[in-house]
């Protein structure tokens, strides 16, 4: 491994962010594959995009605090083609043509199977849980993404079955799932208390500097891994990632089976790491 890359779940991402964000959808039990795909663009440029979440239909493309005006470009250019909205390129392709959706279409729609419910650039690396709101970030726009045709979305979670996904402002009522009500429900969830958690225990997450056995499963922290700190318990313990998840779930079901019958027993992501 070089000196920038991570090891988290038996991938080696090139930056720790890309890594977090892994543990992330990891986290909010949100499958994902990492790179599985290179695209050739209509300029004919090579692009790998970042994660794909099958079950969701996103691409997700991890931003850096500065982009360059390039990468912004070619992700504009794949964008449009990945984006899965029915738009008059998908019946009929004219090179460098706008549709009545997206500016440009540089080369034809990608292969169905590959075309997205959205397609998300995340600007600013991971937010930080106590900066946000229902909608959002309190105070700028790091931290929220942009769409192929749109900006200001944000996880959220349904209050009624907990199904993640990102929505613009944070609208659980527009989540896949169906349940929710504009009407009936408070609208944006951006601060839902398992979307937080999950924020919390990616940014706490950092690539191994040191030897060390991991404080659950005894086996090394090797030089890179995503390995984060535990409760102190006499001296701070550290766990692989993988590990801090095996522990929040395990207390997630110890909280479950004291829980009363027919009562609420939340959602794991709501008990903190540690």
């Known amino acids: 491994?070089?000196?920038?890359?991570?090891?988290?779940?038996?991938?080696?991402?090139?930056?720790?962010r890309h890594a977090q964000w892994a543990l992330f959808f990891e986290d909010l039990f949100m499958p994902w594959q990492f790179r599985p795909e290179t695209f050739t663009l209509g300029s004919g440029v090579r692009y790998e995009p970042d994660f794909w979440l099958p079950r969701h239909e996103l691409?997700?493309?991890v931003g850096a605090d500065a982009g360059s005006e390039e990468d912004l470009r070619q992700w504009q250019e794949f964008a449009a083609a990945a984006d899965g909205?029915?738009?008059?390129?998908?019946?009929?392709?004219?090179?460098g043509k706008a549709c009545e959706i997206h500016e440009m279409h540089s080369g034809p729609p990608l292969p169905e199977q590959w075309r997205a419910r959205e397609?998300?650039?995340?600007?600013?690396?991971?937010?930080?849980?106590?900066?946000?709101?229902?909608?959002?970030?309190?105070?700028d726009c790091s931290g929220s993404m942009e769409t192929a045709h749109d900006s200001g979305y944000q996880w959220t979670a349904c209050p009624e079955c907990g199904y993640v996904g990102a929505e613009h402002a944070g609208r659980a009522d527009r989540l896949a799932c169906g349940h929710g009500d504009p009407i009936r429900d408070s609208n944006e969830r951006s601060n839902a208390p398992q979307i937080l958690a999950a924020y919390r225990l990616a940014r706490q997450t950092v690539a191994a500097q040191f030897g060390g056995l991991c404080a659950e499963c005894a086996t090394p922290m090797d030089f890179g891994d995503l390995v984060g700190a535990g409760r102190p318990v006499g001296r701070r313990r550290?766990?692989?990632a993988d590990c801090l998840l095996v522990s929040r779930r395990k207390r997630f079901q110890m909280h479950r089976s004291k829980t009363s019958a027919g009562s609420p027993a939340g959602n794991p992501g709501e008990l903190l790491a540690g």
Request: charged content about 15%; glycine content about 8%.
């Open 238 to 240: 550290w766990y692989h």
């Open 1 to 16: 491994m070089n000196a920038t890359e991570v090891q988290f779940s038996g991938v080696r991402f090139p930056t720790l």
């Open 85 to 95: 909205e029915p738009c008059e390129a998908h019946s009929h392709f004219v090179p």
């Open 119 to 139: 397609v998300l650039y995340s600007m600013g690396g991971l937010p930080v849980a106590e900066h946000m709101e229902a909608e959002g970030p309190r105070w």
């Open 59 to 61: 691409w997700f493309q």
